[in-house]
């Protein structure tokens, strides 16, 4: 496997946390809430029926299960192990059609080089890499031309790291302690770089909020913590 850009200790985290993916009320809680806002985001500006999606990070298959529900062809990769195998139960149990691959990026490409995706998708994902913007590039490779591209990740400011660690990890417990290291968190302008250098056009930003009290997440344009992408490759 390719090791350049992998964080091990992040993998190893993941890994022991596998078998929580599907619990609806367990320490993925905030991913079943929020996919059907990113599903709902991604389908709106990409019609997903019949189409070639790769969900890069996949995790335990919520999105990819959910775009697949919509008609999307849908191939997803991570590096845990141990995520990649729930994953695959998850889908054989609920007859889903998604295909699961444990491995980066970069390895997924070595070994299928033709292949090529209308619609890629890289959500929480970014956080959690040595090099996010090589990960950008490496994905713009295999995205068609005219092709959409998605991603979503923390801003990093104070506010930031009140919300998404200290209130998230710590008092509310929405997510288990550790999840997201502050140092990586990525600021729009860098990510905002990434695309360009990745020779990608940036389309939208929107950002995802939340309130702990009535326990509701809704997309607007506070991008001051948690925010989602769409870009899109430009045909030569």
């Known amino acids: 496997m390719n090791i350049k850009n992998l964080d091990h200790d992040e993998v190893k985290k993941f890994d022991d946390l596998a078998a929580k ?94 292949e090529k995706f209308d619609v890629i998708t890289c959500l929480e994902m970014l956080e959690h890499v040595p090099s996010p913007g090589e990960i950008i590039k490496t994905c713009s490779t295999i995205l068609k031309d005219d092709g959409d591209i998605f991603f979503s990740t923390i801003n990093r400011n104070p506010r930031s790291y009140l919300f998404a660690i200290v209130g998230a ?40 909020s939340y309130n702990p009290i009535t326990d509701n997440y809704w997309l607007g344009k506070d991008i001051q913590v948690n925010y989602m992408v769409h870009a899109k490759k430009e045909a030569n």
């Open 21 to 114: 993916w599907w619990d609806p009320d367990g320490e993925f809680k905030p991913l079943h809430q929020i996919n059907p806002l990113r599903v709902g985001f991604i389908n709106e500006r990409a019609n997903l029926e019949g189409i070639k999606v790769l969900d890069v990070g996949c995790g335990g298959g919520i999105l990819a299960e959910a775009l697949n529900k919509l008609g999307a062809q849908v191939t997803g990769i991570d590096a845990s192990e141990q995520t990649i195998g729930v994953a695959q139960n998850h889908s054989n149990a609920v007859g889903s059609d998604v295909s699961y691959y444990q491995t980066t990026i970069e390895e997924f490409i070595a070994n299928k080089p033709e």
């Open 169 to 208: 990890e710590y008092i509310l417990n929405l997510l288990p302690k550790g999840t997201h290291d502050y140092q990586k968190f990525i600021k729009p302008s860098e990510l905002a770089k990434w695309i360009r250098d990745a020779r990608l056009s940036q389309i939208e930003t929107i950002g995802l």
